[in-house]
């Protein structure tokens, strides 16, 4: 019996690196290629020959038992650390030497696990601090105040008020963001990644801590911030509800190796997974 796809998830089509992707990025670029990427910490082999390809509009998965490299791949994707060896394209672009900061502006932004706001700013600020390279003004205008300063910053504010009401937060603009409910904290924080302007979104473990109904509303709010955006989002994620309900590719790490990779029907047969998960049956 042939399951009804879900509207908002492409069909997956095969290339010839044995990646997919959506049949819809086809004509352009992958967002995103790692050709056999490693990273070793002393003796310790973290992650090896990893390879991924992700599309332009892909909503992509990678997730794994705990301590099997999943961040420790973020971490390289965003140049938090430099790879022992193995090549990472943006959008065709090679970006080795690149650093943190270069790798942002190349289009990329992550949120973390552990909330990394600036709690005891407002909301707005927070944001504010994710627009700053869209801000046009010189040092010296915003010294001397002059009218370009202010049109910047109330075109960032208008801004900032528009990605708030993605989340329906426009009312919590001038809260402390330490003050806020934990689950509006981290939709704060992938508001803040967004403002980056990035395409490609990197969320790591974003549902961690919420209850079923904001897991619920994350996962329409990610499909909203991709067809939005038409921007990829990649996510760390161990709510396997959340993966196999809204990802089209899915990457799956064990002991830093790529163990399989397939579309949620693939990845939820597949005997190699289920063991690396539940361990070998006696």
């Keep these: 019996m042939n399951e009804k796809r879900p509207s908002h998830k492409g069909k997956m089509v095969p290339l010839p690196t044995n990646s997919i992707i959506p049949e819809r990025d086809l004509a352009v670029t992958p967002i995103l290629e790692c050709r056999h990427l490693g990273i070793d910490f002393g003796g310790l082999r973290a992650v090896d020959d990893f390879n991924l390809t992700i599309g332009r509009t892909e909503?992509?998965?990678?997730?794994?038992?705990?301590?099997?490299?999943?961040?420790?791949?973020?971490?390289?994707?965003t140049k938090v650390y430099q790879p022992t060896r193995g090549t990472i394209l943006l959008d065709g672009v090679d970006t080795?030497?690149?650093?943190?900061?270069?790798?942002?502006?190349?289009?990329?932004?992550?949120?973390?696990?552990?909330?990394?706001l600036f709690g005891n700013m407002s909301v707005m600020e927070n944001i504010l601090v994710g627009l700053h390279g869209e801000m046009n003004y010189s040092t010296l205008s915003g010294v001397l105040r002059l009218p370009?300063?202010?049109?910047?910053?109330?075109i960032a504010r208008e801004r900032a008020m528009e990605l708030l009401s993605i989340f329906n937060m426009e009312d919590t603009a001038e809260a402390l963001a330490g003050s806020l409910p934990y689950g509006a904290q981290r939709r704060l924080e992938i508001l803040r990644?967004?403002?980056t302007n990035p395409s490609l979104l990197l969320l790591d473990e974003p549902a961690a801590g919420m209850n079923p109904s904001e897991t619920a509303e994350l996962m329409e709010n990610i499909v909203k911030i991709r067809d939005t955006f038409h921007i990829a989002v990649m996510l760390i994620e161990h709510d396997m509800n959340l993966v196999m309900g809204i990802c089209e590719g899915i990457c799956v790490l064990n002991f830093g190796q790529v163990i399989a990779k397939g579309t949620a029907e693939d990845i939820?047969?597949?005997?190699?997974?289920i063991e690396a998960y539940l361990?070998?049956?006696q």
Excluded: C
């Design 96 to 116: 080795a030497g690149k650093t943190t900061a270069q790798i942002n502006h190349m289009g990329v932004a992550r949120t973390f696990q552990n909330i990394r």
């Design 148 to 154: 370009s300063f202010f049109r910047s910053e109330r």
């Design 268 to 273: 939820q047969s597949n005997p190699v997974v």
């Design 59 to 77: 909503i992509a998965g990678l997730i794994g038992p705990n301590g099997a490299g999943k961040t420790t791949v973020f971490n390289l994707l």
């Design 193 to 195: 990644a967004l403002a």
């Design 279 to 281: 361990g070998k049956q």
